[in-house]
T-cell receptor, first 115, second 110 residues
């Protein structure tokens, strides 16, 4: 079956440092990968949508300079949170979909704590 | 086995009818439920969320939650063709980890 592995499951970083999270698609080709953030007590916000061989589309309030994303092939995507501060804490989720597929397969999330 | 079970897997409802979708968590450590809608080719968007026992209504959408049984349901009245989508239920734990259901594919027939 189709699975998305996301790691690390949780991470702690010092304020001002950066951390990277990764998603691995298994059993299907991840043509598109969406990255989400759920801040404490809030719902998900879409950070950006990445499609292989296309430009990454960032949502309002999110930038490539802050959340650079790499999507080099059909099975892997990574996102880095640069210069993390308290407001960046929360649960980061990747969702991957294959071309023409309706189902978005989600990873289990990376919980970021910023000290 | 999925810790968040959604039913039915697919549902066909005539335009103007009532669509009812179900979601139950077998993980008792969850405290929030979220309903997401994903239209074909789009990313999922949050539809409604519910944290307390009871009912919450927003327009044509009503969500129920029974915390004792960890069961939530989403009801869409006066269904429109634009409601045709995949509906995802997610349960979150207090540590913000999410557990997702596999979705209900809803088709509204004109």
């Amino acid at each position: 079956g189709a699975l998305v592995y996301q790691y690390p499951r949780r991470t702690i970083c010092k304020s001002g440092t950066s951390m990277r999270m990764e998603c691995q698609a298994v059993g299907f080709q991840a043509t598109s990968v969406a990255w989400y953030r759920q801040s404490p007590q809030k719902t998900f916000e879409l950070i950006a949508l990445s499609t292989v061989n296309s430009a990454i589309k960032y949502e309002q309030n999110f930038t490539q300079e802050k959340f650079p994303i790499s999507h080099p092939n059909l099975s892997f995507s990574s996102m880095t949170v640069l210069n993390a501060y308290l407001e960046d804490r929360g649960l980061y989720l990747c969702g991957a979909r294959n071309w023409g597929g309706e189902t978005l397969y989600f990873g289990s999330g990376t919980r970021l704590t910023v000290l | 086995q999925q810790k968040v079970q959604q039913s039915p897997e697919s549902l066909i409802v005539p335009e103007g009818g009532m669509a009812s979708l179900n979601c139950t968590s077998s993980d008792r450590n969850v405290d929030y439920f979220w309903w997401y809608r994903q239209h074909s080719g789009k990313s999922p968007k949050m539809l409604m969320s519910i944290f307390s026992n009871g009912e919450k209504e927003e327009g044509r959408f009503t969500v129920h939650l029974n915390k004792a049984s960890l069961h939530t349901s989403l009801h869409i009245r006066d269904s429109q063709p634009s409601d045709s989508a995949l509906y995802l239920c997610a349960a979150s734990k207090s540590n913000y980890q999410l557990i997702w259901g596999s979705g209900t594919k809803l088709i509204i027939k004109p």
